[in-house]
T-cell receptor, first 114, second 116 residues
Framework: AQSVTQLGSHVSVSEGALVLLRCNYS??????LFWYVQYPNQGLQLLLK??????LVKGINGFEAEFKKSETSFHLTKPSAHMSDAAEYFC????????????FGTGTSLTVIP | EPEVTQTPSHQVTQMGQEVILRCVPI?????FYWYRQILGQKVEFLVS????????KSEIFDDQFSVERPDGSNFTLKIRSTKLEDSAMYFC??????????????FGDGTRLSIL
């Protein structure tokens, strides 16, 4: 079975500060890991994904995430928050064994304080 | 940039009524998906569709649900007899290729379904 846990349903950061959104996964097989962003009243947009290869993955809008197998983590970071980063962020896991299914986390709402 | 479009943006329906949610995937995409998100909860996979048939479905996708691609452009989700617990945001997605590494990266803005 696969699952994702996102610690912190709400995260607030000041503009210009580091953004850190946590994601831990559970998977009995090598996972494929994803971060999606959802702006208000919009659909999900892929930020970045890890499938194989380099464990530090860079995505759009300056975000990056690092796959750490020993910690079963895939935390999302951005060095300097921008007001436009305010959104809901979802971590998701999949694998070769789960076909086309994603397993999403419950999401983290990011607020950026001016 | 091509987009997945969904209509309507908000649908209000009486319990027990049938509802059809519509999606226009990106034109050269071959794989189509429906997800739902109950308010405050995680996004859940419902079904994937390829070559005019369902390729996978979750346990949520019971006999009340059906999908079809009636005319080569639209991709619809039908709920035959709606229940209160069907109230959710429903997202359509499409991808050019299937398989895990090429997971859907193009989601529509969603249809908010409210069952009264």
């Amino acid at each position: 079975a696969q699952s994702v846990t996102q610690l912190g349903s709400h995260v607030s950061v000041s503009e210009g500060a580091l953004v850190l959104l946590r994601c831990n996964y559970s998977s009995s097989v090598p996972p494929y890991l994803f971060w999606y962003v959802q702006y208000p009243n919009q659909g999900l947009q892929l930020l970045l994904k890890y499938t194989t290869g380099a464990t530090l993955v860079k995505g759009i809008n300056g975000f990056e995430a690092e796959f750490k197998k020993s910690e079963t983590s895939f935390h999302l970071t951005k060095p300097s928050a921008h007001m436009s980063d305010a959104a809901e962020y979802f971590c998701a896991v999949s694998s070769q064994n789960t076909g086309n299914q994603f397993y999403f986390g419950t999401g983290t709402s990011l607020t950026v304080i001016p | 940039e091509p987009e997945v479009t969904q209509t309507p943006s908000h649908q209000v329906t009486q319990m027990g009524q049938e509802v059809i949610l519509r999606c226009v995937p990106i034109s050269n995409h071959l794989y189509f998906y429906w997800y739902r998100q109950i308010l405050g909860q995680k996004v859940e996979f419902l079904v994937s569709f390829y070559n005019n048939e369902i390729s996978e479905k979750s346990e949520i996708f019971d006999d009340q649900f059906s999908v079809e691609r009636p005319d080569g452009s639209n991709f619809t989700l039908k709920i035959r007899s709606t229940k209160l617990e069907d109230s959710a945001m429903y997202f359509c997605a499409s991808s050019e290729y299937g398989g895990i590494i090429n997971q859907p990266q193009h989601f529509g803005d969603g249809t908010r379904l409210s069952i009264l």
